[in-house]
């Protein structure tokens, strides 16, 4: 079993729509989530950070941890095409050295 | 502020010939991490500096695979032989010490193995 999983997608949406992404997880001790977008032939950037349970809201974006059931969400309000991207979820230990570990990613296209 | 350097964008190679990348990370981040992205899948981390020393390669093909980070600055990772299944972008990363969360990352170099 994988530590971090995250439906691949692929993800069609009209423009406008809101946009849902998930990631489970099985290691209890992450204590920092992040969800990462990677457009192509890019690196991945930091998009929503987000420590312990809770949620946290960026503009159009809202990010929620759910630590009880190890799910994290992403919600993508009145998409973009330029939302169109890979999402990574990214899970961190709460210790100094703790490796960050990746979902494997979902593919969004949002068309016009 | 300048980003992540790495060069070479592209890459192709033969199976079992050497080939190398270079990192200059983001000026006073002390933390570095090379992570392989193999396609349709998310990154997957090899190896973690900080500073010049090592804090992870526990997931690093040690055989094969060697990296360092001299000065605590740049790094270059170098892969010899190379194996048809090291195809992927090798993607440079850095942060300002191994406790922070953000972490920047480069544009990647994309290997080929033929």
């Known amino acids: 079993q994988k530590e971090v999983e995250q439906d691949p997608g692929p993800l069609s949406v009209p423009e406008g729509a809101i946009v849902s992404l998930n990631c489970t997880y099985s290691n209890s001790a992450f204590q920092y989530f992040m969800w990462y977008r990677q457009y192509s032939r890019k690196g991945p950037e930091l998009l929503m950070y987000?420590?312990?349970?809770g949620n946290k809201e960026d503009g159009r974006f809202t990010a929620q941890v759910d630590k009880s059931s190890k799910y994290i969400s992403l919600f993508i309000r009145d998409s973009q095409p330029s939302d169109s991207a890979t999402y990574l979820c990214?899970?961190?230990?709460?210790?100094?050295?703790?490796?960050?570990?990746f979902g494997q990613g979902t593919i969004l296209t949002v068309h016009p | 502020e300048a980003g992540v350097a790495q060069s070479p964008r592209y890459k192709i190679i033969e199976k079992r010939q050497s080939v190398a990348f270079w990192c200059n990370p983001i000026?006073?981040?002390?933390?570095l991490y090379w992570y392989q992205q193999i396609l349709g899948q998310g990154p997957k981390l090899l190896i973690q500096?900080?500073?010049?020393?090592?804090?992870?390669d526990s997931q690093l093909p040690k055989d094969r695979f060697s990296a360092e980070r001299l000065k605590g600055v740049d790094s270059t990772l170098k892969i010899q032989p190379a194996k048809l299944e090291d195809s992927a972008v090798y993607l440079c990363?850095?942060?300002?010490?191994?406790?922070?969360?953000?972490?920047?990352f480069g544009s990647g170099t994309r290997l080929t193995v033929v």
């Open positions: 000026s006073g981040h002390a933390t």
């Open positions: 987000t420590y312990s349970s």
């Open positions: 990214a899970m961190k230990p709460g210790t100094s050295y703790g490796k960050l570990t």
């Open positions: 990363a850095s942060s300002l010490d191994t406790g922070h969360y953000g972490y920047t």
């Open positions: 500096f900080q500073n010049n020393g090592v804090v992870d």
